[in-house]
């Protein structure tokens, strides 16, 4: 099975594989791809076994039960590994078991091979993992409280800005990060932003506020040779310096945070001393996301317009998550409906 997996990859990241629209496979899914294979990789040496794939030769009843019960036993035998031994959550769990099932469909499609279909009957887990993002009030204080501003460090005043442009814009942050001086364009008086996406090729073009500018003057003073928009820097520092700004804002109120591993909800802490995380501990790139969608929703966008400035596909689950999220909108809503009904 193992070289049967890296040939999978190798085909995968030459374009030989592709999408069923055309497209190639993003690097981000090829590196999700190698990952498993270490995983199938450190399995066969937890369980001293080697895996096959066995062809199925003519009409051969007992042999499809046969290898249909040794995929059944592979299947729940590698799970209990990932959170047995491998301490996963579901989410993860469920992001192996999908590159699984795309390996198995690229053996009977693209190799040809009678393996069978018992492929399709392994379950991916999932979990909702609560969103967490900045209440309007809170990136309104980021933006225009100048005081608050003159007490950080030039580089957590950077950091600032770079996350106050993220929870406006709602890029991803693969997108964020990359943008460049010429991604901004000025139409007369007006100034857009607009942004081809990585994963999903869709172009975003967005028109940008009066403080966003200021934040590109800045930017562009502090080094004017500079191609990108923002300076280089690691996404795990970027957190850390977010998260000390938090503090900072006096946003340490307790934030609880729960995975859940085979369904059940498991408590996460914040540190040795079981201490609850605070709303600055949980703060990350994946929250500027989630602050622009929200706040462009509690203040009364349509639907569709965020969705076409976000990305999303009209059926996304992850953009009605966002939509369940913004509380203040669901209020104003309910206050109007018992207006109505009380006259």
């Known amino acids: 099975m193992l070289p049967l997996f890296k040939q999978f990859i190798r085909d995968t990241r030459t ?20 990952e498993v294979l270490k995983l199938l990789d450190s399995f066969c040496v937890f369980k001293g076994s080697i ?48 590159v699984l099932k ?16 018992f492929h399709q009957n392994f379950y991916a887990p999932s979990e909702e993992i609560d969103v967490i993002a900045l209440s309007h009030l809170q990136l309104r ?3 225009q409280d100048r005081s608050f501003e003159s007490k950080l ?25 990359r943008l460049s001086f010429q991604d901004i364009r000025k139409i007369g008086s007006r100034s857009y932003l607009s942004v081809k996406s990585r994963k999903t090729g869709a172009r975003t073009t967005i028109r940008l506020p009066d ?21 280089k820097t690691s996404i795990e520092r970027f957190n850390v310096n977010i998260k000390r700004i938090g503090e900072l804002a006096g946003w340490q109120e307790a934030m609880p945070k729960v995975r859940y591993r085979r369904g059940k909800p498991i408590q996460q802490l914040s540190d040795k001393n079981l201490n609850q995380p605070r709303f600055c501990d949980r703060l990350s790139t994946h929250v500027m996301r989630k602050t622009a969608i929200t706040t462009m929703l509690m203040l009364g966008m349509p639907e569709l317009l965020v969705r076409k400035i976000s990305g999303h ?27 109505k009904l009380l006259g």
């Open 15 to 34: 374009g030989r594989r592709l999408k069923i629209n055309g497209e190639r496979i993003k690097p981000q899914t090829v590196r999700n791809y190698e």
């Open 51 to 98: 895996l096959k794939v066995r062809l199925l030769v003519g009409r051969n009843g007992k042999l499809s039960i046969r290898e249909s019960n040794r995929w059944k036993r592979f299947y729940f035998s590698f799970c209990n590994y990932l959170y047995d031994e491998k301490n996963c959550f579901d989410n993860y769990v469920g992001l192996v078991v999908r």
């Open 102 to 117: 795309a390996f198995f469909r690229y053996l009977r499609r693209d190799r040809l091979l009678e393996i069978g279909g």
């Open 141 to 143: 204080f980021l933006i």
């Open 153 to 177: 460090s030039a580089r957590l005043q950077l950091m600032k800005d770079i996350f106050v442009f993220g929870c406006t814009v709602a890029l991803r942050s693969s997108d964020l990060f």
């Open 211 to 231: 403080y966003l500018i200021q934040i590109i003057d800045r930017l562009r003073m502090r080094n004017p040779t500079s191609v990108f928009l923002f300076p």
């Open 313 to 339: 596909s009209p059926n996304s689950r992850e953009f009605y998550r966002y939509v369940n999220f913004a509380q203040e909108l669901m209020d104003n809503q309910i206050e109007k409906m018992y207006r």
